[in-house]
């Protein structure tokens, strides 16, 4: 009996670990970003992207020196396979929770004030309690792409959330206008808003939106809002940095209470206009938020339940 002719070779099924990696890619947009969120090399990332290529004999990524961007096909394989890949991985998180203990990495980001004034010193007991959850922490005050860029929480003060996060408030939070005694000896006190047109302001950097300020009375039905041009010596893009500035008597600054709290309870700032309440800057409350899922990882509902208890009463 003769034995069959061995089938013909074709194209190399495609790994399905490679697929999950082109749906990271099209997030990210970066072979360096995919890497780090896989805990793969680049040149892993590169060769992977390669060979799944080579199995579905076209194009799949369109690469140049600044930028990637998926291909007709890629674009249309990542969004048949994304909503697999992502009930899987929502399954895993789910079987995973039933353990004994919360375990896993979180990557979370939070503002640079914030984060070392507030988040960092509840951190060692939260790490002691659960042994089995590790964590990554960047400290930025850019507006991080939560999904894009891998992070699986976010602390951040603002008004309201964005309705494509799950979010979770932690506090109140409020805008304060400070200046040092000694910049008031020198240069006055002022009675009003408009006042602040004569007087040395530090303006965080934001654009356009940070050179003027917005201010209604306290106490007072929300009405129309007395909004005045604001210039002087500094802008910065941290509030820390508009702290010392404030401190060293350079001139009036406008400071979310996290970031000088400490400071104005030691009587080295002061509250200007205390009778008018800033708006529409910095945010009126602290949130957690994470990128909209059907289930949130057990490690980062405890993560923001701690949050939530440390941060409880402000600042």
Known sequence: MLNDPPPAKGPAAPAFADLHLL?????????????RRLGVSKASVSMRIAELERSAGVALVRRTTRSVALTEAGEQLVEETRGAFERIEQSFAGVRDLAGHPRGLVRMTAPVALGRQHVVPTL?????????????????????????EGYD???RHGHEPPDTHVAWTLCETRSLLLASPDYLRRHG?????????????????RGPAGQSWSFEREGRKPGEPVIVPVHGPL???NSEALREAV???????????????????????????????PRGFFGERIFAIRPWSAHVPRAVQCLVDHLRTALRNGF
Do not use: K
């Not at 749906?23 to 890497?35: D, F, G, K, V």
């Not at 939260?126 to 894009?148: C, G, H, K, M, T």
């Not at 001139?251 to 002061?270: H, M, T």
């Open 124 to 148: 060692a007991p939260f790490l002691r309690q659960y042994p089995e959850i590790r964590l990554e922490l960047d400290l930025s005050d850019r507006f991080v792409n939560l999904a894009q």
């Open 235 to 237: 802008r910065a893009n």
């Open 23 to 35: 749906t990271i890619l099209a997030h990210t947009r970066s072979y360096t970003q995919a890497a």
């Open 153 to 155: 929480l976010a602390v």
């Open 247 to 277: 401190l060293g008597g350079l001139g009036i600054g406008l400071l979310p209470d996290f970031s000088a709290g400490s400071e104005l309870a030691a009587r080295q700032l002061v509250r200007v206009l205390p009778q008018w309440r």
């Open 189 to 205: 006190t002022p009675a009003q808003p408009a006042d602040l047109v004569r007087h040395q302001c530090l303006l965080y950097l």
